[in-house]
């Protein structure tokens, strides 16, 4: 009678339990700082919504989370009774030794009971045993470094036999950006007579802020052995040394605007001139490149020459390209510059020197672009002198004795005379019914060959052949003005069109620029006769033509 009492006391105690809205569970309570605790959450299907497990992230990681649907089903008297319940599966790693608890969890008005975890560290004997099968090596290039350099770090497993798990993932760290050099690369090494197996990563570290930077131990845990029918898998674990870094603030030493360090800085400059003469308005490019080792490109200065007396300046965006390798980041920048003369004369490109801080010599040098002078030559067209026209004597020839044969002297001024008058008047009637085919119609099939070039390249939207044509058509059609620059001061409908092929040119963007806006202002330039400039090729062709 007493066996009957004590089993349906136990059978109620599991029917009670069975009917709980929720429990939790683990498989043990005493691990190892590298073990990982399996916890169970049992959820009945009476409770709704699922638990919040964020009060388990003081203590615990949580490296893995599942949930199943199951049923039971129990017989009392006869009477079967079913229960629906949904377990949550959770595998945990300790982030600490000592006492850790996991915490109540609720759903609705049902609570579990917390459960206090003891971890404790791995004995030397169990370390020994398992660095047999199992180990972990992290290496810094540096012990110390300053704020924003480049620090190599290291993590290397290495394995002697089938091993599953994952690797850890990239420090999580609060003052430090880190970038990956290198994903998973395997290799084999013999230690001690032994074989190993080699998985390793490489990361780069740029600290942020002067002080202690610390990098926590590198775990492992996984699995040994392929499993299967005659073979057991068995639990494997494997921690690293931790790393407390010294993070310098930028030294006194440094006097430049821009903190920089890094190795093997290097700028350089090259010029692209046009061909021949370089005149006002002509476009000109300056490359700088700059290339550096150990430091990202975000971090390169950005070069300006905004302030360039008698220019005007158009910077492009930096091309900016990073390259990741084994040795750590190297960064390439290219800054193109376009100038544009606006006054004649010599154009000097100022120096630029970039200080930076050679992080293996640990000093301050100075990258030097040297300094450029051009010449720049005016952009009005050298008009031919006026002809010279010979004295009818020559003061300095003997003077004739008219006394001696005055008969003979009169006539012979007379017919000179004469002469002379009808030499002149054939040349003013060449002139005049000739010039306009060898003076006036060169000057005018040039501007309008100019012309023309200039608006087929504004109907296919080609801005640099445009640019180039401009420039050539207004050399000859507007030599009064020493540039496009001077010609757009007086001319608004013109200079907005001739910024938009400037901006489209020094830009990068000439595939996007239409040059229909150029093709009407260039129409709007055109000017009656009686409003040509003085000096211009039009007006000099109107006074050799009287008649016209």
């Not at 199951?70 to 600490?96: C, E, M, W």
């Not at 290799?187 to 990563?201: C, G, M, P």
């Not at 390798?325 to 290219?334: E, M, P, Q, V």
């Not at 002809?387 to 001024?413: F, H, M």
């Amino acid at each position: 009678m007493r066996s009957l009492n004590w089993f349906i006391l136990v059978l109620t105690l599991v029917v009670s339990q069975a009917q709980a809205g929720i429990t939790a569970t683990v498989d043990r309570t005493r691990i190892s700082e590298l073990d990982l605790l399996t916890l169970t959450i049992r959820v009945s299907d009476s409770q709704p919504g699922q638990p919040d497990f964020s009060g388990l992230e003081k203590d615990f990681d949580i490296v893995n989370n599942q949930s199943h649907q199951n049923s039971s089903y129990t017989f009392i008297n006869g009477q079967q009774t079913s229960h629906a319940y949904v377990d949550y599966i959770l595998n945990l790693r300790p982030k600490r030794l000592g006492n850790l608890k996991i915490p109540s969890l609720t759903i609705d008005n049902e609570q579990t009971q917390p459960i206090t975890i003891r971890v404790t560290e791995q004995t030397n004997a169990m370390r020994q045993k398992m660095q047999e099968i199992l180990f972990f090596e992290t290496v810094l290039d540096a012990a110390s470094t300053y704020v924003q350099a480049q620090l190599i770090y290291s993590v290397r497993l290495y394995y002697s036999d089938s091993i599953s798990g994952d690797f850890p993932a990239a420090p999580d760290l609060e003052d430090a950006v880190v970038e990956i050099l290198e994903e998973e690369k395997r290799y084999e090494t013999i230690l001690n007579n032994k074989r190993f197996y080699v998985l390793e990563k490489k990361y780069a570290i740029f600290p942020q802020k002067s002080g202690s930077l610390v990098l926590s131990k590198e775990t492992f845990v996984g699995t040994r052995g392929r499993g299967g029918l005659f073979s057991a898998r068995q639990r494997v674990s494997a921690i690293s040394s931790g790393h407390t870094i010294e993070v310098r603030p930028v030294p006194e030493a440094f006097n430049g605007d821009h903190w920089l360090p890094g190795k093997n800085l290097t700028a350089k400059s090259k010029l692209n001139l046009p061909e021949g003469v370089i005149r006002v308005g002509d476009p000109l490019n300056q490359v700088i490149s700059l290339s550096m080792d150990g430091v990202s490109g975000v971090l390169l200065p950005e070069i300006n020459l905004q302030d360039l007396p008698g220019t005007k300046i158009y910077v492009d965006q930096p091309i900016i390209e990073d390259t990741e390798s084994s040795t750590g980041i190297s960064t390439l920048s290219r800054t193109t510059i376009g100038i544009v003369p606006t006054q004649p004369g010599k154009l000097t490109l100022p120096e630029i020197r970039i200080p930076w801080w050679n992080i293996q010599l640990d000093r301050q040098e100075t990258a030097i672009i040297p300094a450029q002078t051009i010449e720049i030559k005016p952009s009005v067209a050298t008009l031919p002198a006026s002809p010279v026209i010979a004295d009818k004597a020559d003061s300095t020839g003997p003077v004739p004795e008219l006394n001696e044969r005055p008969g003979i002297w009169k006539w012979l001024s007379i017919g000179l005379l004469t002469a002379w008058l009808l030499t002149l008047l054939g040349w003013y009637s060449t002139r005049t019914g000739n010039r306009s085919g060898e003076d006036r119609a060169p000057v005018e099939n040039t501007v309008k060959a100019d012309a023309q070039a200039l608006l087929n390249a504004c109907q296919v939207n080609d801005a640099q052949q445009a640019h180039q044509r401009l420039l050539v058509w207004l050399r000859s059609a507007f030599p009064q003005h020493q540039s496009a620059t001077t010609l757009a001061a007086t001319k608004p409908r013109f200079a907005a069109a001739f910024n938009e092929l400037e901006n489209a040119i020094f830009s990068g963007n000439t595939a996007e620029w239409q040059g229909k806006a150029l093709t009407e202002a260039i129409k709007g330039l055109d000017q009656p006769a009686s409003d040509v400039p003085a000096g211009s090729p039009q007006h000099l062709a109107k006074q050799l033509n009287m008649g016209l």
